[in-house]
T-cell receptor, first 115, second 113 residues
Framework: DAGVIQSPRHEVTEMGQEVTLRCKPI?????LFWYRQTMMRGLELLIY????????DSGMPEDRFSAKMPNASFSTLKIQPSEPRDSAVYFC?????????????FGSGTRLTVV | DQQVKQNSPSLSVQEGRISILNCDYT??????FLWYKKYPAEGPTFLIS?????DKNEDGRFTVFLNKSAKHLSLHIVPSQPGDSAVYFC????????????FGTGTSLTVIP
């Protein structure tokens, strides 16, 4: 398995533009998570899905953020309009349900810079 | 509100010595804890875990200790190697949060050859 695949690896965009981050989870994993890494808050959970259904989006910072999972092999995180404070590394992770003992497999992340 | 805290942003250790990374948590319902290791430009990778029914778990050079009364866990690396230089995140979960883990802010470990 190729692991969790995220694209693009780097994204530089101007303030006000729409940004779409993409994630392909590991085949067979039924949980998908979007995290944001910042110096101040570490790895911060934005939203997670179970069987393509959003379960908890309480971490999504504002209405400018939205996430979808149209099928078991693809998810997107969209920011519209983007702002400089959105600059961070965004990680996607997937896991099998098996109770809290099952760790996540993370992708390599997307480094977003909003100028 | 940060439920999992790593108060040391960075740590430097000489090769061959012990590295001790610390983590504190506030939620007494947490019952499973993990450590992740992250190299630059890569995603975090699972390192070691511990359940609340234990107070120690060992895997090779890595040992995690859990002190439930103090709501504290630590990761010991002995002996430390230059390849251990990375950012280490601790994470915690509780049965009533399903499969959701809460992560700390990370500690950057540098092992000096």
């Amino acid at each position: 398995d190729a692991g969790v695949i995220q694209s693009p690896r780097h994204e530089v965009t101007e303030m006000g533009q729409e940004v779409t981050l993409r994630c392909k989870p590991i085949s067979g994993h039924d949980y998908l998570f979007w995290y944001r890494q910042t110096m101040m808050r570490g790895l911060e959970l934005l939203i997670y899905f179970n069987n393509n259904v959003p379960i908890d989006d309480s971490g999504m910072p504002e209405d400018r953020f939205s996430a979808k999972m149209p099928n078991a092999s693809f998810s997107t995180l969209k920011i519209q309009p983007s702002e400089p404070r959105d600059s961070a590394v965004y990680f996607c992770a997937s896991s099998l349900w098996g109770g809290p003992g099952y760790g996540y497999t993370f992708g390599s992340g997307t480094r977003l810079t909003v100028v | 509100d940060q439920q999992v805290k790593q108060n040391s942003p960075s740590l430097s250790v000489q090769e061959g010595r012990i590295s001790i990374l610390n983590c504190d948590y506030t939620n007494s319902m947490f019952d499973y804890f993990l450590w992740y290791k992250k190299y630059p430009a890569e995603g975090p990778t699972f390192l070691i875990s511990i359940s609340s029914i234990k107070d120690k778990n060992e895997d090779g050079r890595f040992t995690v200790f859990l002190n439930k009364s103090a709501k504290h866990l630590s990761l010991h690396i002995v002996p430390s190697q230059p390849g251990d230089s990375a950012v280490y995140f601790c994470a915690a979960s509780a049965r009533n949060t399903g499969n959701q883990f809460y992560f700390g802010t990370g500690t950057s470990l540098t092992v000096i050859p």
